[in-house]
């Protein structure tokens, strides 16, 4: 966002406008909320909002407990997508094998 802020400031404010209007429609109470932006974080890989949201997760009443079971579930649920997904871009493993299908062709 620094980057943003300095060389496309238009667009940094509308990212904040946005913010001021998820809090403001908001109609999950503030622990569901940091709970869901947490495990986005991790997904997102995003170091800071991670901090962040654990942080915030625990000022709102979370337990580590329940931050644990969010953690869980999204890694859980992660690998559920990946193992879906990576099957149903191989298809037919022997098909593929016997095709000798190339990553690259020359």
């Not at 060389?7 to 406008?17: I, S």
């Not at 009443?61 to 649920?77: N, P, Q, V, W």
């Amino acid at each position: 966002m620094r980057l943003l802020a300095e060389w496309f400031p238009e667009f940094a404010e509308k990212l904040d406008e946005i913010d001021e209007i998820y809090a403001e429609k908001r109609s999950i109470d503030e622990k569901t909320y940091q709970l869901i932006c947490f495990a986005l974080s991790i997904k997102n890989r995003s170091k800071p909002c991670l901090l962040k949201h654990f942080k915030g997760a625990l000022a709102a009443g979370a337990t580590l407990k329940e931050l644990s079971y969010i953690m869980a579930l999204t890694f859980r649920e992660s690998a559920g997508g990946d193992d879906c997904w990576t099957h149903d871009a191989l298809g037919d493993v022997q098909r593929l094998i016997a095709e000798n299908i190339k990553c690259c062709p020359k």
